[in-house]
């Protein structure tokens, strides 16, 4: 799957160093909590779903890593960050393994369905 991305020739010069970076200490943040956690939440505070993966998760037994950016007026600039670097376009995220498995429905369906354990496993 590629994504399309505004192609260079069509960004200003004046507006190209603005363009893409920032908040790379954010994005290095998520990156490194997904090279040391099984499972890592990327979402924020005050948000349901986000609290639905969260209680998902704990009633299952996983441990894992909250990473939570913020609530719905403060730091939105990160979890935006975040989003551009995914391209999942809404919180939570759910990492797997380092995978992105999607947001808290799709936590609930492979937990339902016994692939959370599935994909667990398969890295041990």
Same mark, same amino acid.
């Given at each position: 799957?590629?994504?399309?991305?505004?192609?260079?020739?069509?960004?200003?010069?004046?507006?190209?160093?603005?363009?893409?970076?920032?908040?790379?200490?954010?994005?290095?943040?998520?990156?490194?909590?997904?090279?040391?956690?099984?499972?890592?939440?990327?979402?924020?505070?005050?948000?349901?779903?986000?609290?639905?993966?969260? @209680?998902? +998760?704990?009633? &299952? $037994?996983?441990?894992?890593?909250? /990473? #939570?950016?913020?609530?719905?007026?403060?730091?939105?600039?990160?979890?935006?960050?975040?989003?551009?670097?995914?391209?999942?376009?809404?919180?939570?995220?759910?990492?797997?393994?380092?995978?992105?498995?999607?947001?808290?429905?799709?936590? @609930?369906? +492979?937990?339902? &369905? $016994?692939?959370?354990?599935?994909? /667990? #496993?398969?890295?041990?």
């Amino acid at each position: 799957m590629s994504r399309s991305v505004l192609d260079q020739s069509c960004i200003h010069p004046s507006a190209v160093s603005s363009v893409g970076g920032g908040y790379q200490e954010t994005l290095n943040e998520v990156q490194q909590a997904l090279a040391e956690n099984s499972i890592v939440v990327v979402g924020m505070a005050q948000n349901p779903f986000c609290r639905k993966a969260r @209680q998902q +998760l704990q009633k &299952s $037994g996983h441990s894992f890593c909250d /990473l #939570s950016y913020g609530s719905y007026f403060s730091q939105w600039h990160r979890r935006l960050a975040i989003k551009l670097w995914s391209g999942w376009p809404s919180l939570p995220m759910v990492f797997v393994n380092g995978v992105l498995i999607g947001g808290a429905n799709e936590l @609930q369906a +492979l937990a339902s &369905s $016994g692939e959370l354990d599935t994909l /667990l #496993s398969d890295k041990k």
